[in-house]
């Protein structure tokens, strides 16, 4: 299930309660975020941050030399 633009982040994870949350490399703020938030509840899903795809190609600040 990927984000979704009416539901916070939260919303989200408790709605689905997902075994596996894959979060971009560059949301390290986000991950700390879900590990605290879910401290208030009696489960513990996995956290995976993903690799960069193709980031000589595809990084914001390539992209927008555009």
Same mark, same amino acid.
């Given at each position: ?8 982040? =939260? ?6 309660? +997902?075994? /596996?949350?894959? @979060?971009?490399?560059? $949301?390290? %703020?986000?991950? *700390?975020?879900?590990?605290? =938030? ?6 513990? +899903?996995? /956290?995976?941050? @993903?690799?960069?795809? $193709?980031? %000589?190609?595809? *990084? ?7």
């Amino acid at each position: 299930v990927l984000g979704d633009a009416e539901l916070s982040t =939260y919303e989200v994870v408790v709605q689905h309660r +997902p075994d /596996i949350i894959a @979060l971009g490399y560059d $949301q390290k %703020e986000l991950e *700390k975020d879900i590990n605290e =938030y879910l401290e208030k509840f009696d489960w513990h +899903p996995k /956290i995976v941050v @993903l690799a960069p795809h $193709q980031p %000589e190609k595809y *990084k914001s600040s390539l992209l927008n030399k555009k």
